[in-house]
């Protein structure tokens, strides 16, 4: 679950304007380090928020903003990606010789 801290309490400040740039970095670089472990994160939005946040109970002025799943890929063996030539993604897509 990924959090942010909007509100910061015993601060003059009512409202963080970077916590959600800031989750933003953290979640980028927990992917990028996954990538160097061998293991692939998922991000995603699509889960009951309130029902987390009802059964979780965050503390005040946490924010729960996305999931990211952590983990091993799945075995898929080789699988063959195609991929566009330099050339082709460089053409003019209106040209009649294509």
């Known amino acids: 679950m990924n959090l942010t801290r909007r509100f910061v309490d015993d601060t003059d400040l009512v409202y963080s304007?970077?916590?959600d740039y800031d989750l933003g970095q953290a979640v980028a670089h927990l992917t990028?380090?996954?990538?160097?472990?061998?293991?692939?994160?998922?991000q995603f939005r699509a889960f009951d928020r309130d029902g987390l946040i009802g059964e979780l109970r965050p503390n005040p002025g946490w924010v729960v903003m996305s999931m990211t799943?952590?983990?091993a890929p799945a075995d898929r063996g080789q699988q063959v990606r195609w991929r566009r030539?330099?050339?082709?993604?460089?053409?003019?897509?209106?040209?009649?010789?294509?």
């Open 17 to 19: 304007e970077f916590a």
């Open 32 to 42: 990028v380090q996954a990538q160097a472990m061998g293991l692939t994160c998922h």
């Open 69 to 71: 799943a952590v983990g």
């Open 85 to 98: 030539s330099v050339a082709e993604l460089r053409g003019d897509p209106w040209s009649e010789d294509r």
